[in-house]
């Protein structure tokens, strides 16, 4: 199942996060509950997959995402591959491929009134996400924001870019699990004060202690 949009449009005169001249919209947008999309293909639209804090247990597998966003008149990147936020439940991001959105590729990210809370990423290839925007380089996963970001697992994922992986940044996290990924990028994997068990993963790139390479 593919989802598309041949609208020719990728800069917008607006300030907005809906702004009226990209006719480009959204790709798939979940407000449903126990719902699985499997081997969506996703690209050149607004936005890949938004997914509210509302829908639970929706889960994500084997979906091909990529192409996806707009840039604002301040030449601002925006657009994502998959928003999501969680209350309860799990958010299951399987064995996607995630590339080249103006803006990130996975981003969670919360308000202090709303949830990340167990986001469950294994398995996902994410590379030069933001690369089609001015910045060059967004983050390929950000999980965190407002509110602390409780149980996300994190595992065998594999990265690749100029930007980073980023957990529990803003508020933190609590009962993090990351493991076994394997993240290239400027500063590979950026932790926020969290309560994470991390091994297993391979890192390279200048990271946050200035190594060219480090394994944890």
């Not at 917008?12 to 919209?25: A, F, L």
């Not at 996963?141 to 994190?154: D, K, M, Q």
């Not at 926020?192 to 390479?213: H, M, Q, R």
Request: glycine letters at 14%; one cysteine or more.
């Amino acid at each position: 199942f593919e989802v598309t949009s041949s609208a020719p449009d990728r800069t917008s005169t607006e300030q907005s996060g809906w702004p009226g001249d990209i006719t480009r919209g959204s790709g798939i947008s979940v407000l449903g509950t126990n719902l699985k999309f499997i081997n969506v293909v996703v690209h050149d639209l607004s936005r890949g997959f938004e997914i509210s804090s509302a829908a639970l247990n929706v889960e994500v597998y084997g979906s091909l995402v990529y192409y996806n966003g707009w840039e604002g008149p301040d030449r601002v990147p925006n657009g994502h591959g998959i928003d999501t936020r969680n209350r309860t439940g799990t958010r299951r991001l399987i064995d996607n491929i995630v590339f080249r959105q103006f803006s990130h590729g996975i981003i969670a990210y919360s308000s202090p009134e709303d949830r990340v809370d167990n986001m469950f990423l294994e398995g996902n290839i994410l590379f030069d996400n933001g690369a089609l925007g001015k910045n060059r380089f967004e983050r390929d996963v950000l999980i965190g924001g407002g509110s602390l970001a409780r149980n996300p697992v994190v595992r065998a994922n594999s990265t690749y870019g100029g930007a980073q992986t980023a957990i529990g940044q803003g508020t933190g996290c609590a009962g993090a699990l990351i493991e076994d990924n394997y993240f290239v990028g400027g500063s590979p994997l950026v932790l926020g004060p969290c309560d994470a068990v991390v091994k297993g993963n391979t890192l390279f790139g200048a990271g946050t202690d200035g190594a060219s390479a480090a394994f944890l």
